[in-house]
């Protein structure tokens, strides 16, 4: 009998189990010291080893032999040795290079890729691109594009200080919070992954604490399945919530329970605001019965609701989905707008919080320690895009575009790494997408498995996965350091990132300053050490590589909850002396700077934008984060066990279309349609539908997507010129059954 060895490692789901025999995986099982594991990990051994790998080097048929006549998604493969595949690569580096210089390079290469603190594939390719002379990088993220523009505008905080610094944490809000309002819900399913980790799961159990504490909880989300049964659910219209907010402002001012003592003194432009919301610029009263019939809430549910707002310490959530459609800077300002109002920033429990529930570690208050890293370099090519204009900078080469007070020009790209990412499964418009990626001269992408986009590249290089070599594990606000060991060889022909890249680096001639000369073991044992060092100064001891190794994991004494800060208390207590990072260093409810970038669709103060309808497509489409994986990974041995992705609709929508349980549907709008299997819920508000991301887009030839991915009917347009963050969410769509959905 083979021998069975078990070791534990860590993921961005959580730490799990592994179990091996010879060189396979054979199962996963749950971490002892986690109390909600998530259900992610059971893919593992079937995903490892399944036939979707790429079992060596590839290169595009059509891209070989300069042929025209086929396009990037329609083509063969064939297969070369590695170190012919490697020749070519670096030797179609050193052209474009030379004939288009470094700033054709487009390296942004976003994605999740795999924890672990080494082989973290974006800060490799970066790495790399960096030594051979910089790249076209890509600015912020899919997740928060819209929040990372506006919320330095009006409240002075960096990406960091949004999501972690100026945070209540659990405790706080357990200790001091009255009510808690959520936008979008907190949803236990979305708080299963953080980059690199959340150890202990506990989201639904500090539900379960508020509940006995008898804490009013408010979800008002499309789905009810967004917050823990024990909140209150307020169905809301999508891309509604501002109209909410504005009357919930206007009770609050007729009411009287508006602090404006804390408005005068600690933020700016009340007035400007004021007189929008009282009708009075655009002779529109911000009235409950005014926002009813857009949100779909009840004019006396709005006015509850507002009261209880102002009667005690209120807590308002947004979940990070509220700014990841069209005009997403609004609620985010709106809802910073009405905090500012309560009167309650910087008081415990009270005031604003984003993203909690959106990744499990938000909320969480252990120290935070100064992680291990493989420094990327500086990047001599100081151009950039907003990470989700890249359709865009494809079609429009030098093409102008706005982007928060810059008027900027695209880069004429040439050359696309990606390397981590699965830009196929997370664009918008992904029909769009198939067109401007025809436009480089050559993709180069490193990836486990044939996603969509290895489908879609030139020059493909197999990498290993997290199981197939050795890493450090730690994850910001974690108190559990892992080693992640080398489970088993690698898959096919795999090699690491860091050894594709020091191969390519080696025939470039930047060998010395990539890898410098150093094994990954040698890499990691230096970052290690660092690591090691920079926590003693924060009083923490780590063992030592050795000691980590043979003890597989440590939970450091860190207490979680001990870390305590009042969020913007310093500022509450004395604004002058503690500035906040605004220009008048106060809390914007006017920005005189963003009213001088002079866009129609951002003034100085928070507006209201009604979603954009179309009368055939009459459904709101959700594209909300897969519960049962990490975006797309994992996809091709998920799908051998299920049928199409299920999209959510309310049984009275089924109903007036012939749709019945566990029918085929076909989910369409202007841009194409996509399959899935109907799952009939009273979860979802009648008129919404939901289908999560994470297919592997495969358009058949009459543009319809057999692998069920929401963005092949999403929109590519930019959330504003302000922020130019991916818009995915709330778009229309019509659906209809399908007796046949090929
Ligand atoms: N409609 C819609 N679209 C969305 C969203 C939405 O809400 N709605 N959400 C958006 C958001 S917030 C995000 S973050 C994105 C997520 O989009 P992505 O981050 O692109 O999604 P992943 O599937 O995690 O892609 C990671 C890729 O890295 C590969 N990989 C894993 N480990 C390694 C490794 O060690 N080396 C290499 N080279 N590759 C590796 C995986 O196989 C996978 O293909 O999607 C966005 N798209
Ligand atoms: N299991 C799992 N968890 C994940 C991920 C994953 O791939 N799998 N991805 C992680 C990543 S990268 C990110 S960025 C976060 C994203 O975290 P979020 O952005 O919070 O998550 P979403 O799932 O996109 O959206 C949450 C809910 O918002 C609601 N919603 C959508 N539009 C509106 C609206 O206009 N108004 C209101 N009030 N509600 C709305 C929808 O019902 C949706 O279910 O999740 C992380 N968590
Ligand atoms: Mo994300």
Known sequence: MTQRTSKITTSHWGAFVVSVEGERIVDTA????????????????????????????????????????TLRGEDEYVPLPWDEALDIASQEIRRIKSEHGNSSIFGGSYGWASAGRFHHAQSQVHRFLNCIGGYVSSYASYSTGAA????????????????????????????????????????PKNAQVS???????????????????????????????????????????PGTDVALMLALAYILEKEDLVDRKFLSSH???????????????????KSPQWAAPICGISPDQITALAKTMGSGRTLICLAWSLQRARHGEQPYWMACVLA?????????????????GAIGNVG?????????????????????????????????????????????????????????????????????????WQRPETIIMHDPWWTATAKRADIVFPATTQFEREDIGWAKGDPYLFHMPQMIPPVGQARDDYEILTQLAARLGCAETFAQGKSAEQWIVKAYDRFAENA???????????????????????????????????????????????????????????????????????VFHPPQTQSEYPLRLLSPQPGDKLHSQFQAAIEEKKSHAALVIHPADAEDRGIQQGDPVKVQNNKGSCVATAMLKTTVKPGVVSLPTGGWFSPSAGRVDLSGNPNMLTDDCGTSLLGQGAAAHNVGVQVIKASNTQ
């Open 30 to 69: 749950p971490f002892d010291a986690d109390p909600a594991p998530s259900e992610i990990a059971h893919h593992v051994p079937a995903a490892v080893h399944h036939a979707s790998r790429i079992d060596r080097p590839y290169l595009r048929k059509g891209w070989l032999t300069k042929s025209k006549d």
């Open 148 to 187: 990372q523009a506006i919320i330095p505008h009006v409240l002075g905080l960096n990406f960091h200080k949004m999501t972690w610094g100026e945070t209540n944490s659990w405790s706080q809000i357990e200790a001091h919070t009255g009510t808690l309002v959520m936008l979008g819900g907190i949803n």
């Open 195 to 237: 980059m690199g980790g959340t150890t202990e799961h506990t989201t639904a159990a500090q539900f379960e604490r508020f509940a006995a504490l008898g804490k009013r909880m408010v979800s008002i989300s499309p789905q009810r399945d967004d917050s823990p049964d024990q909140t209150d659910w307020i169905p809301i219209e």
């Open 267 to 285: 933020c700016v432009g009340y007035e400007q605001f004021l007189s929008y919301l009282l009708g009075q610029s655009d002779s529109q009263v």
């Open 340 to 356: 500012a109002m309560l009167g309650q920033i910087g008081l415990p429990g009270g005031g604003i919080g984003f993203g909690y």
């Open 364 to 436: 969480k208050s252990a120290l935070r320690l100064k992680g291990p890293l493989f420094e990327q370099g500086k990047n001599p090519v100081e151009d950039f895009i907003p990470v989700s204009r890249i359709a865009d900078m494809l079609l429009n080469p030098n093409g102008a575009y706005d982007f928060n007070g810059q008027r900027r020009s695209y880069p004429d790209i040439r050359l696309v790494y990606w390397c981590g990412g699965n830009p196929f499964h997370h664009h918008q418009d992904l029909g769009r997408l198939s067109r401007a």
């Open 536 to 606: 003693g100064h924060d009083g923490i001891e780590i063992p030592s590589w050795e000691g980590l190794k043979s003890s597989n994991y440590v939970r450091l004494p860190i207490d979680v909850g001990q870390a305590d800060q009042v969020p913007f208390e310093a500022f509450r207590t004395d604004p002058l002396a503690n500035p906040l990072g605004t220009p008048s260093g106060k809390i914007e409810i006017y920005s005189s700077t963003i009213a001088g970038f002079s866009y129609d669709e951002v003034p100085g103060h928070p």
